[in-house]
Structures are given as structure tokens and as C-alpha cells.
């Protein structure tokens, strides 16, 4: 069973904190890994990508990516109230005839003012 | 940007009531699927399609059933509601390029079966 896994939470923060997201993934042949931000009592929406090792820097969103250790993390800097969500990591798993994003259960970030 | 659209935000419906709930995205998108999500279960996929009527069974089908007639709707059904299947549900979209781009999920529809 192909799985990503992440660490519920909640993860809670200062405001103007660093915000450290953590996943793995057990599919070694996951090649994209996809960081989805989700609302309460809204529907998921991309925030970044990354495919390659190492980082991915997207104004105050940082993407990791550790091939080697099946290793995926989003950093927010500066983080504010408005970035409390439960952010959702994705790998794209290649089995089957087009391949599918596998999710995980997401982890719930609280920025406190 | 891609939109999809699905059809209605909150949904109330009696136990044993043919649900149907449609979803429609105007990007031409091949690919489609079908969640839910429950606090604590992530998002499980339901359903999905790679092409206009195709379909294939993701890790909870049994009670739902699907259509995809036409390249921009899939539509997810559920014969006879029941209680069990309150929930949020999202629909989906991709291309043939889903591991470059990701999935773009519908605003969801949340039901409640009574």
C-alpha cells in the first residue's frame, strides 16, 4: 500500500514564526510532490509543487524535497493568522494507466497573533 | 485558471433517496475524480475517469456509482443515501500531465442524509 504520511497536529505557532511541515512517502518511485492548503470548510487548493532535490522557494513558502530519506516538508516564513489551515501533501504514485496523487491526512496549522 | 463547478454547496437528503451530484470543469481536462473527506480520514477516493465514459473504482466505491457522458461532467451518484454517507464531497480535475500540475478540486458540496 502506497501511503503519505503526515503528522495531524495541530501545529501551532507565533505569529512571524517559521512553520515546519512535515510528510513521507513510501513510494520510492514517486518522482512530484504537491503541498495543498485547505480552509476550514473549504476545498483544497495548491500552493506549491516540487519534483526535483533539494528546494523550492515561493515568496514565503519554501518546498523540500529528500528523495534519499522519502522526505517531503513546506516552510512558511513569517507566518500569519491568515496561514491557519490544514495543509494537505500529495505524491503523484505512477501505477496504473495515468497514475494518481496519493494524499495525506493533512496537518493542522494554528498561527497564533 | 480551470474551474470546476460542482453544482450545489450544501445538500440535504432523506435516507434511501437517490442522490446525484454533479460536477463540471471548463479546461478540458481528461482526467476526473470523486472524494470524500471525514474528520480524521483525509480525502478517499470514491471514483475516477480518464476519459469520457470510463470509469474506474477507487478505494470506497460500494454505495456510489458514477457517470462521465461527456468530457466536461462527472457525475457522482448514490442509489439509496444513507446516514453513513454524510460527508463532504470534492470533485476533481486533471490533465494526462497530473504529476507537472497537480489536481484542481471543485469548491465541494457538503451532504447531510437524514
Known amino acids: 500500500q502506497k501511503e503519505v504520511e503526515q503528522n495531524s497536529g495541530p501545529l501551532s505557532v507565533p505569529e512571524g514564526a517559521i512553520a515546519s511541515l512535515n510528510c513521507t512517502y513510501s513510494?520510492?518511485?514517486?518522482?512530484?510532490f504537491f503541498w495543498y492548503r485547505q480552509y476550514s470548510g473549504k476545498s483544497p487548493e495548491l500552493i506549491m509543487f516540487?519534483?526535483?532535490?533539494g528546494d523550492k522557494e515561493d515568496g514565503r513558502f519554501t518546498a523540500q524535497l529528500n528523495k534519499a530519506s522519502q522526505y517531503v516538508s513546506l516552510l512558511i516564513r513569517d507566518s500569519q493568522p491568515s496561514d491557519s489551515a490544514t495543509y494537505l501533501c500529495?505524491?503523484?504514485?505512477?501505477?496504473?494507466?495515468?497514475?494518481?496523487?496519493?494524499f495525506g491526512k493533512g496537518t493542522k496549522l494554528s498561527v497564533k497573533p | 485558471d480551470v474551474k470546476v463547478t460542482q453544482s450545489s454547496r450544501y445538500l440535504v437528503k432523506r435516507t434511501g433517496e437517490k442522490v446525484f451530484l454533479e460536477c463540471v470543469q471548463d479546461?478540458?481536462?481528461?482526467?476526473m475524480f470523486w472524494y470524500r473527506q471525514d474528520p480524521g480520514l483525509g480525502l478517499r477516493l470514491i471514483y475516477f475517469?480518464?476519459?469520457?465514459?470510463?470509469?474506474e473504482k477507487g478505494d470506497i466505491p460500494e454505495g456510489y456509482s458514477v457517470s462521465r457522458e461527456k468530457k466536461e461532467r462527472f457525475s457522482l451518484i448514490l442509489e439509496s443515501a444513507s446516514t453513513n454517507q454524510t460527508s463532504m464531497y470534492l470533485c476533481?480535475?486533471?490533465?494526462?500531465?497530473?504529476?507537472?500540475?497537480?489536481?484542481?478540486f471543485g469548491s465541494g458540496t457538503r451532504l447531510t442524509v437524514v
Open positions: 500529495a505524491g503523484f504514485n505512477y501505477g496504473g494507466s495515468q497514475g494518481n496523487l496519493i
Open positions: 479546461m478540458d481536462h481528461e482526467n
Open positions: 513510494d520510492r518511485g514517486s518522482q512530484s
Open positions: 476533481a480535475s486533471s490533465t494526462n500531465m497530473a504529476w507537472d500540475y497537480g489536481y484542481t
Open positions: 516540487i519534483y526535483s532535490n
Open positions: 475517469s480518464y476519459d469520457v465514459k470510463m470509469k
